[in-house]
């Protein structure tokens, strides 16, 4: 009878452990999820600065961003301030944010068919605030990309849609350039690419000339802290990667990224520089398979 006893015993408590390790595996396994970040979603790996210093960044909590802007109606031309909200999942501000490139968040500013393009920094208020000036040079829909890295956490990209009223830019199907070169502020500037297959590490090589004398130019002076920064977007500006470059202290005439494509699809891609204390912003187009 005793024996009989110690076994019932053993065995409730042999199911009580079991249940106790399945409770466990199920919360790790909620807070692995990412919620309802929007499709611009980016990997640490993207931002090309993942493990540096041999260490693994740990994963960023679940964020929100909320965009709003002082005017009851968006309009094209008329300047508007845009306020970008950060709290965590129970609508606490985030308040703690880890410089990344001189800036605390990054605004990435696209119209619907991609031909226009923004990359601002908006002013931190304070209490996960950030604000902004901005206009729209045409009407339809833009996208609002806020790129930022909560201290202790990761790269990380909320994005909202919104609509401006006024004569929108004609809708056009994106399609990759016949050849990768551009000229832009007097520069002569070169794309190659050591693939185009989804899913593979890629190198991005920038080769910038003066687009007069055809020049190497090799005094390209440092923008937000590196030589330059890349801007990738998919067609219907889904898939977000910003890149920074393989040598940041590089002077040109050459400039490498390293990145990867998600997957197949048409690209459009903004390289930044700066020269003679002007940025300027070269766009290319590319199809990956």
């Keep these: 009878m005793y024996m009989h006893k110690i076994g019932l015993i053993s065995a409730m408590l042999a199911v009580l452990f079991l249940s106790a390790c399945g409770s466990v595996r199920e919360a790790s396994s909620s807070k692995s999820q990412?919620?309802?970040?929007?499709?611009?979603?980016?990997?640490a790996s993207a931002d090309g600065h993942s493990g540096h210093g041999g260490e693994t960044p740990k994963a960023s909590p679940k964020v929100n961003a909320s965009f709003t802007?002082?005017?009851?109606?968006?309009?094209?031309?008329?300047s508007?301030?845009?306020?970008?909200?950060?709290?965590?999942?129970?609508?606490?501000?985030?308040?703690?944010?880890?410089?990344?490139?001189?800036?605390?968040?990054?605004?990435?500013?696209?119209?619907h068919n991609l031909s226009s393009f923004q990359h601002i920094h908006p002013t931190y208020q304070g209490n996960g605030k950030f604000t902004?000036?901005?206009?729209?040079?045409?009407?339809?829909?833009y996208k609002l990309i806020a790129d930022f890295i909560p201290s202790g956490g990761t790269?990380?990209?909320?994005?909202?849609?919104?609509?401006?009223?006024?004569?929108?830019?004609?809708?056009?199907?994106?399609?990759?350039?016949?050849k990768l070169q551009q000229v832009v502020s007097g520069k002569a500037v070169e794309l190659s690419l050591s693939s185009l297959k989804a899913n593979e590490d890629v190198t991005l090589s920038f080769m910038i000339r003066d687009a007069q004398t055809n020049k190497e130019i090799?005094?390209?002076?440092?923008?937000l802290g590196a030589v330059g920064h890349v801007v990738i977007l998919s067609a219907d500006a889904e898939q977000y990667i910003h890149v920074h470059p393989l040598e940041e202290k590089a002077t040109g005439p050459i400039a490498k990224f390293a990145t990867s494509f998600p997957e197949a699809g048409v690209y459009k891609l903004w390289g930044q520089f700066q020269h003679n204390g002007e940025v300027f912003t070269v766009p290319f187009v590319v199809n990956v398979k």
């Design 132 to 141: 902004v000036s901005t206009s729209f040079d045409a009407g339809g829909d």
């Design 155 to 178: 790269s990380t990209t909320l994005s909202q849609w919104v609509k401006v009223s006024g004569k929108e830019a004609e809708h056009t199907v994106l399609k990759a350039d016949a």
């Design 34 to 43: 990412h919620g309802s970040h929007e499709a611009a979603s980016s990997p």
């Design 218 to 223: 090799t005094n390209l002076q440092p923008y």
């Design 69 to 78: 802007f002082g005017s009851t109606s968006l309009k094209a031309n008329e």
């Design 80 to 111: 508007s301030e845009l306020t970008i909200q950060i709290a965590d999942a129970a609508g606490k501000p985030v308040t703690d944010f880890q410089v990344n490139h001189e800036k605390l968040l990054h605004l990435i500013i696209v119209n």
